[in-house]
């Protein structure tokens, strides 16, 4: 494998364990890994397989039982929460399938939100979420609330409020969980020309025609990595 400072992720001998009363749940096992930048990686696997903790880990919202999580050259697996917070704000931008807008924003107003918290300026601000929402074709409907748009133009807002920092990583979790699939595909396209233009994704999905749209797809199983398959290209 690659030195871990030369990927954007990179875990060694990543292991998660929980304590339920007497017994102790191995989540994740001993898993390595490198992701490289603008890659466009899947991460599949049956309920239990351990892809929820590894988002978890990757994302900076847990730390690992043992092993090491490199993020673009800088070990994160030792920090403190509130590094590990900062390290979220400026590298990680995520999507959820709920969504998560605040119901009576504008959907300008939604992906300012990070960077208020960011302490950026006002003019700035609205510029930059502005930008984001032409990037995932929503320039039209700026000043819509969440109720006015379709399911499909609300998880627009959310990938647009993900990427407004300019984040290293795109971290998706079942992002069409809650959309049909006609709307799944709007989704899925827009993931494919993000990518095009150079965003690395790593998207958490059980659907395997959903995961067919990454160019790498690593599946778990029992907290290990089962495959690791990169598509070929077309």
Not at 185 to 213: C, K, P, R, Y
């Amino acid at each position: 494998m690659a030195n871990p400072k030369d990927a954007l992720i990179s875990v060694r001998g990543l292991t998660r364990e929980y304590r339920m009363d007497a017994e102790v749940v191995k989540a994740l096992r001993d898993v390595d890994l490198d992701i490289a930048l603008n890659e466009y990686v899947a991460i599949m696997g049956p309920s239990g397989s351990g892809k929820s903790t590894f988002m978890n880990l990757i994302g900076c919202l847990d730390t690992p039982t043992s092993g090491e999580y490199w993020l673009n050259g800088v070990e994160v697996s030792q920090m403190n929460d509130d590094e590990l917070a900062r390290v979220r704000n400026r590298e990680i931008g995520f999507v959820f399938q709920t969504f998560n807008l605040l119901p009576r924003a504008t959907a300008l107003h939604n992906v300012e939100l990070p960077l208020i918290y960011a302490g950026v300026s006002s003019r700035v601000r609205r510029n930059n979420a502005a930008a984001a929402l032409e990037r995932v074709g929503l320039g039209d409907r700026m000043e819509h609330r969440p109720s006015e748009l379709s399911g499909g133009q609300r998880q627009r807002v959310a990938v647009a409020r993900a990427l407004v920092n300019e984040p290293s990583i795109l971290l998706a979790d079942e992002p069409t969980g809650n959309l049909d699939s006609a709307t799944s595909s709007e989704i899925m396209a827009v993931f494919e020309n993000l990518h095009d233009l150079g965003q690395t994704i790593v998207m958490v999905t059980h659907e395997h025609d959903i995961a067919a749209h990454a160019h790498r797809i690593v599946t778990l199983r029992d907290g290990t990595i089962h495959s690791d398959t990169v598509k070929e290209a077309a």
